[in-house]
């Protein structure tokens, strides 16, 4: 997080210097920056080390500047603390298998932050202690990390909900338990292009929903074979669908859609209806 953003937190909750917060740092520049905050506040911050593991995306990639880093917390122990290290491994399923399989990447992945614990055990022995947090995973790696894993703390959430971004061999138990349910508002015996008038003259194999909403993050999955119109173009105000002509839909039916994420998806919506015994629950959304 930017250090101006950390800055303001405190600036605008005071009460809060004493909370539980580890802050994830990547850089020794970052880090500079939170030391002069806590100065600023005379207060301890808990810093979370985040290691490049193989994802690239940024985090430490070599054990000298990881060391600089930890020099820097161990001469600065009134402001500093470590707390722990961040390795998030979501490329582990994604690198394709023709190049690398999973297993291997996973413990190549899992051997660089082993180094890096090693670092703070032989180098900074003062820092290192039981309580430190070493998060991993990543829903992908979920299953890689239960069997066998260097790390103490996970992180998953997508896994649980499994869009299609998350559909893996290592999640394959899991089924899909997120959907977007959203009403047909028109239907048109088949599209009509504006300034194409000649093309309603030609035979239509499908037929056109108009529906509330449009253009998320997500694959529509019912009725069968429905699609946005590639000419017609995609719209977040009532997309156009296409449907096969001998479609029995109507106005007021619904068209269902299979979200590619989650976290990124469910902020859009003010509420979630959660299927559970034959009932509908509803729970409210932090709602963007």
């Known amino acids: 997080m930017p250090a101006q953003a950390a800055r303001t937190f405190y600036e605008q909750n005071s009460a809060w210097t004493k909370a539980n917060i580890q802050w994830l740092i990547d ?3 970052r880090l500079l920056q939170y030391l002069e905050i806590a100065k600023d506040y005379a207060i301890s911050l808990q810093v979370n080390i985040e290691i490049d593991v193989g ?3 940024g985090g430490v990639q070599s054990e000298t500047k990881f060391a600089e880093m930890l020099s820097v917390i161990q001469q600065n122990p009134q402001y500093l603390k470590l707390s ?10 994604k690198i394709p298998s023709i190049i690398k399989k999973p297993d291997q990447a996973y413990q190549e992945s899992q051997q660089i932050y082993l180094n890096y614990q090693k670092v703070i055990q032989t180098q900074f022995p003062a ?8 998060n991993g995973g990543g829903s992908p790696t979920f299953t890689f ?15 649980l909900l499994k869009p299609s971004d998350f559909e893996s061999d290592s999640l394959k138990p899991l089924q899909p338990a997120l959907w977007i349910a959203t009403p047909v508002l028109k ?4 599209a009509e292009l504006p300034a194409m008038s000649l093309l309603n003259k030609l035979p239509h194999k499908s037929k056109a929903l108009f529906i ?4 998320w993050l997500a694959d529509y999955v019912y009725p069968n074979q429905c699609r946005p119109h590639l ?3 995609r719209s977040s105000n009532q997309e156009l669908v296409n449907v096969s002509r001998n479609c029995d839909i109507q106005v007021d039916d619904f068209v269902f859609l299979r979200p590619t994420q989650s976290e990124a998806i469910l902020p859009q919506f003010s509420e979630l209806k959660l299927y559970k015994e034959h009932a509908f629950e509803t729970w409210q959304t932090f709602r963007e």
Do not use: Q
């Open 145 to 159: 990390h239960i069997s066998k894993s260097v790390c103490n703390d996970l992180s998953f959430g997508s896994m």
């Open 231 to 233: 000419l017609y173009g």
């Open 212 to 215: 509330y909403g449009g253009y």
């Open 27 to 29: 850089t020794k520049e």
């Open 84 to 93: 722990g290290l961040m390795g998030y491994d979501a490329h582990v399923t």
């Open 55 to 57: 994802l690239h995306r």
């Open 127 to 134: 820092l290192w202690n039981s309580d430190l947090c070493f």
């Open 187 to 190: 239907v048109l015996p088949f």
